[in-house]
């Protein structure tokens, strides 16, 4: 029989944790607090600064009242942390259930009895996890910290539920497409990895990443509020790595940087990510965004790895539509496991795909990705995808 992890079991932290997350809660409210001056007195264009599209504060989505609950930083916002984040991942996770639900004030009535009522419909998630993991590396497993609440299934000390899954999926797509394979041979040649996500949603996949590539500087761009979240997974996860908040440069590090002042982070990347939130954004903001990537973060050779749903059904729009537009290089990624399918994944670039500098083998980069088309000379991915095709 599978074991299960319930919240008494990861809702304890030690002391010294909440004058910690007291410093984040302040940080984070200093940045919502300082957005309005920002804005105004550095002239940033305040369609792409504040919230807007699925994140508009009067969109049905109640990331500002989770901002506000988390903010007062008791020990159940702490202990329980991942009760309060599902306007990321879709995922209640004491209810068990995906899709919009109501915020709690309070989780104290999610007893481990309750909760156990509940994972029943956690078990489709065991099974699709098994499947995702069955052939890969242990370094490519996510395993999510054994604290903040989490819940689930307990197969080999990971706790399985749907986010391990969600975050689970991305990883593959990452190691299946090659570019797992690619960031080791940059890691094995360069001092510093550079990484920069894109609304990070609680902070999992930087989790993961910061596991899988202990030399990677890694940077968050993301809504104030929506910082306070990972800021706190990953500080109080990784106590170990220096963390910073704004525009100053953490070598090896964990950055939170406002979405407000993206425009003056003048610097390159190796991998810019974005997973299920530029669809959740507006037009000009995804164009502000994609100006950004292609004239200053991917430098001369970085990846943008993306992975968006189609949410034209809900009034809101495909970003791939965008991509397509405005990279001329794409490399569409396919799982092999069934796992949650959130939308297709690609691989997007301004330099031809595969050229990028490094020993790792070029054509790893592609592998799992149809149609790859071989140009002549030394670099062996040119395009895929619908990217213009090679005229010699
Ligand atoms: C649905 S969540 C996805 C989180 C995570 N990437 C994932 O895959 O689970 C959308 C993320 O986009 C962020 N976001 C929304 N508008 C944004 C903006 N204008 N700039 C940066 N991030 C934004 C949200 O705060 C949130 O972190």
Redesign the pocket.
Known sequence: MTSVVLPSQTRRFPGEDLPRAQEIVGRAVELVDARASYVESKGVDPT????????ACDAPNA?VRLFRRVARCDAEAIGQLRGFTQ????LNLYEMITGPSIVQQHLDHYTDDAILGTLKQNLPYVAAWKALVEHLPYRCIFTPPRRFGEIGHDIGGVIINH?TV??QE?INLLFEGGVIAWLDGLAAEKRELKIL??????G??AFWFRNAFPGCSYT????P???L??GLYLSLSRPDIRTGWGLEAVPFGLRFVP?YQ?DFLNESFDLI??????S???IS?VRH?VSLIKSVWTGRGGLFFE?NQDNRHMGLICAQDIFVEEFPNRCPLNLAAEGLR?GAANIWSVAPIGTQKCNAEPAKLAQGVAPVQHSRGANAITQCGEAESDPT
């Open positions: 792409f600064a504040y919230p807007d599209a699925n994140w990331f306007v990321f991942s879709g986010d969600a975050y991305r996500e894109i609304g990070g949603g609680y999992a996949l968050i761009v993301d809504l509020e929506c910082l979240f990972s979405n993206a990510i974005n997973t299920l939130s530029m959740e954004m507006s903001q965004y992975q959130q």
